[in-house]
């Protein structure tokens, strides 16, 4: 027992050190070439501004108008934590779409990044999905003990069941925090918790595109543990599914 969590700790710590050595990477190759495409489409905003006289207000509601009609784009992608976001979708095989490589470099490396990374997630989760439902059959073996039913192992059906529930706990509760952080309808909270649980990811919905400067100082905190909470959704998505 303590070998098989051992395992499962060094596999974890394995892969998270992968993903930052990846966001690392990615960060390194994409972001300047990022910079520079974001500083010109400053001076495209100025020259647009200076072209048509067009006031910053009403450039700024123009704006917002094509950013709304994007949901799941907004800002640059490729900082630090961008890149150790896309480090994590693409070893949790989601693949929004929301932010792709563009240099030969990132390209390059996503195919290596990715050809070695998903093994190494899976085995992870895996591992993990196991302690799981070692920890499920516990529960389940005590509850019918505690019901005095005849039979006090768990069954496959009972796991199933456990599952089952704990991927609707899972998907209500996340649909709840992306619907009150994200600005979104719950049932389209809900629409991207299940498009995450079954690993298709559309992209049409993409958690963590609210701009950083959207955040007062005093709710960065709020920020830091919501992106938490959405890698760790994503996570455990990946795990029971």
Not at 149 to 160: F, G, Q
Request: with cysteine; hydrophobic share 45%.
């Amino acid at each position: 027992m303590k070998r098989q969590n051992v395992r499962t700790l060094s596999l974890v710590v394995c892969t998270f050190t992968y993903l930052l050595v990846g966001a690392a990477v990615f960060d390194a190759l994409e972001s300047e070439t990022e910079r520079k495409r974001w500083n010109h489409l400053l001076e495209l905003k100025a020259a647009l501004v200076q072209k048509y006289s067009i006031s910053e207000d009403d450039y700024r509601m123009m704006e917002v108008a094509i950013i709304e009609n994007k949901p799941h784009k907004a800002g640059p992608q490729w900082k630090f934590a961008g890149a150790f976001y896309f480090s994590t979708v693409v070893l949790a095989m989601i693949g929004y779409g929301h932010s792709t490589p563009v240099t030969i470099g990132g390209k390059a490396f996503c195919m290596a990044y990715a050809m070695v990374g998903i093994p190494l997630g899976l085995i992870m989760f895996q591992s993990i999905g196991e302690r799981l439902n070692k920890f499920a059959s516990v529960v389940i073996r005590r509850a019918k003990q505690y019901l005095k039913c005849k039979k006090e192992e768990a069954t496959e059906m009972n796991l199933m069941f456990a599952t089952g529930l704990l991927s609707s706990v899972i998907i209500t509760t996340g649909a709840a925090v992306f619907s009150k952080y994200e600005g979104w309808s719950y049932f389209d909270s809900f629409y991207y918790c299940f498009v995450t649980l079954t690993t298709i990811g559309f992209g049409d919905y993409v958690a963590l595109q609210v701009l950083i400067k959207c955040f007062s100082h005093n709710r960065f905190s709020i920020l830091v543990l919501y992106a938490s909470y959405h890698l760790t959704f994503i996570c455990f998505q990946t795990i029971i599914s």
